[in-house]
């Protein structure tokens, strides 16, 4: 009988901490579950900002293109800072002529090769071995014809001697749109485009980017077979919201003004990005 009452105590006992196991594993998927869908709705919460972000910033860019065609500015030579308003919210909207980046389809050897070496930090010597690579890549024939031209700045890691490290270094200096002759305009360049412009001198570039805004640079220490000038039709536009609280988002687009003879919208837009910041 003792034995009978114990074995059936053994069993609830068996039974007890089976139960306790169920339990604490469907608390445990319920937790997983209850996590996942907090983490869903995060993730479409931020879709949604982000979407928007990047639809209002893309709304202030049209409203800034639209007063440049307004004012028959068809070619930009300057940079030019304007503030719009667009659902409440106050952008800065940055216009920046595109030929102040290294065009990869029309940029001379000896520019590539600088860029190479002080944007890049390749060594000399590597650097002007790439930057024939990168002529002789656009000047290839295609079966039609046509030049091999570079459609993406992606296409550079198609080249044997660049690897990711120094496509990173490049991509944000180089365009395959900027629709000049392949010289650079020194107002629009970023900082490392003009220590390529400078062959390597830190301190004519520095000088010239704190000053450049405000009048027109010194530029006796440029390159001057590499630099222009000239407008462009093709633009870089940045569109950041005043107010980080109002949108944390800044749009970057690329965008080629058409004027107002094309019966479509007078501008097109190539391409666009976004992020959480974007320098200048």
């Known amino acids: ?64 293109l639209q007063q440049l065609l307004a004012m028959k500015s068809v070619r930009i030579d300057r940079p030019e800072r304007r503030v719009v308003h667009f659902e409440d919210v106050e952008f800065e909207v940055l216009v920046l002529p595109l030929n102040g980046w290294v065009d990869l ?18 060594n000399s010597e590597a650097a002007r071995r790439l930057a024939g ?42 365009t395959v749109d900027s629709g000049g002759n392949g010289q650079v305009n020194a107002y629009a360049a970023p900082p490392a485009v003009l220590l390529a412009l400078t062959h390597g001198n830190q301190a004519a570039a520095n000088g010239f980017f704190a000053v450049r805004e405000h009048g027109p640079g010194d530029l006796s220490g440029f ?23 109002a ?15 094309t019966k479509a919208a007078p501008w097109n837009f190539l391409q666009c990005s976004y992020g959480t910041t974007a320098t200048w």
């Open 1 to 64: 009988m003792v034995a009978a009452v114990q074995s059936r105590s053994r069993q609830e006992a068996m039974a007890l901490v089976m139960v306790l196991w169920i339990v604490a594993a469907l608390s445990i998927a319920v937790t997983g579950i209850v996590w996942l869908a907090r983490s869903e709705i995060r993730q479409a919460s931020a879709m949604q900002d982000s979407a928007q972000g990047v639809a209002t910033g893309r709304a202030a860019m049209v409203e800034v």
């Open 105 to 122: 389809n029309r940029a001379p050897l000896a520019l590539l090769a600088a860029l190479l070496e002080h944007g890049a930090h390749l």
């Open 247 to 261: 949108s944390p988002y800044t749009v970057v687009c690329d965008v080629v003004l058409l004027g107002q003879s």
């Open 133 to 174: 690579d990168i002529v002789a890549r656009r000047s290839m024939a295609l079966p039609q014809g046509t030049p091999a031209l570079f459609d993406a700045v992606e296409d550079l890691m198609q080249l044997p001697g660049i690897d990711y490290e120094a496509y990173a270094r490049l991509a944000p200096l180089v």
């Open 223 to 245: 390159d001057t077979a590499l630099v222009t000038s000239g407008g462009s039709s093709a633009l870089r536009i940045i569109a950041r919201p005043v107010l980080a609280s």
